[in-house]
C-alpha cells in the first residue's frame, strides 16, 4: 500500500527566503507526482504535475522535482511571498485505476511580512 | 471554462440524519472522485465514477454511498450521520479516468460539512 509523507509539517519563513518542501513515498511504481495547494477552508489547486519519465516541472516560481528511484519528490519555492501562505500537498495516483490519489498530510507554510 | 462546483458550500446536520452533496465537473469532464478531509486522517479517497458507474471505492462505510448523472453530476450521500462524519467533503473531476500518466485532477471548493 503506498504511503505518502511530508516533511517538515509545519515551515514559517520570512518574505524572500527560497525553501524547498519535501515528500517521500514508499512504493516508487508511480504514474506521476501532484504537488497541490490548499488554503485555509478551500479546495486544492493543481500547482505542478511530474510525469515519471521527467525529473522536474517548473512553473514561475515554483519548481518540483522527482527522484522515483530514492521515493523522493522536493518543491522548490523561490523568493516566497505572504501570499504563498498555504498547506501544500503532494499526491500520487494509485498505480490500477490511475484516479485515486493518495495525499501526504501537508507542510502548513507561512510566510511573513 | 467553469471550475468544478460544489453544492452546498457549508452544512450543519445532527447525528442520525442523512445528507446529499453534490458536485458538477468541469464541462466535458467525465470522471468524478470524491475524498474526505479532516484534520487527523487528512484526505482519503471515497470513490470514483465514470459514465455513471462507480469504478473506484475506498475504504469507507456502506453509509457513504454515491451516484453520478449522465451529465456527469455526481452526488455523495451520508447515511446515519455520525459526529466523525465532520469533515470537508472534495470532489475532483478529470477527463476520463485511468490517464495517470497526464491528466491532472481538478478540485472543487468542498462542502464542509459539520455533524452536532
Known amino acids: 500500500k503506498q504511503e505518502v509523507t511530508q516533511i517538515p509539517a509545519a515551515l514559517s519563513v520570512p518574505e524572500g527566503e527560497n525553501l524547498v518542501l519535501n515528500c517521500s513515498f514508499t512504493?516508487?511504481?508511480?504514474?506521476?507526482l501532484q504537488w497541490f495547494r490548499q488554503d485555509p477552508g478551500k479546495g486544492l489547486t493543481s500547482l505542478l504535475l511530474i510525469q515519471s519519465s521527467q525529473r522536474e516541472q517548473t512553473s514561475g516560481r515554483l519548481n518540483a522535482s522527482l527522484d522515483k528511484s530514492s521515493g523522493r519528490s522536493t518543491l522548490y519555492i523561490a523568493a516566497s511571498q505572504p501570499g504563498d501562505s498555504a498547506t501544500y500537498l503532494c499526491a500520487v495516483p494509485e498505480e490500477t485505476s490511475g484516479s485515486r490519489l493518495t495525499f501526504g498530510e501537508g507542510t502548513q507554510l507561512t510566510v511573513n511580512p | 471554462k467553469a471550475g468544478v462546483t460544489q453544492t452546498p458550500r457549508y452544512l450543519i446536520k445532527t447525528r442520525g440524519q442523512q445528507v446529499t452533496l453534490s458536485c458538477s465537473p468541469i464541462s466535458g469532464h467525465r470522471s468524478v472522485s470524491w475524498y474526505q478531509q479532516t484534520p487527523g486522517q487528512g484526505l482519503q479517497f471515497l470513490f470514483e465514477?465514470?459514465?455513471?458507474?462507480?469504478?473506484n471505492k475506498g475504504n469507507f462505510p456502506g453509509r457513504f454511498s454515491g451516484r453520478q448523472f449522465s451529465n456527469s453530476r455526481s452526488e455523495m450521500n451520508v447515511s446515519t450521520l455520525e459526529l466523525g462524519d465532520s469533515a470537508l467533503y472534495l470532489c475532483?473531476?478529470?477527463?476520463?479516468?485511468?490517464?495517470?500518466?497526464?491528466?491532472?485532477?481538478?478540485f472543487g471548493p468542498g462542502t464542509r460539512l459539520l455533524v452536532l
Open positions: 465514477y465514470f459514465s455513471e458507474t462507480q469504478r
Open positions: 475532483a473531476s478529470s477527463w476520463i479516468p485511468g490517464l495517470a500518466g497526464v491528466e491532472t485532477q481538478y
Open positions: 512504493d516508487s511504481a508511480i504514474y506521476n
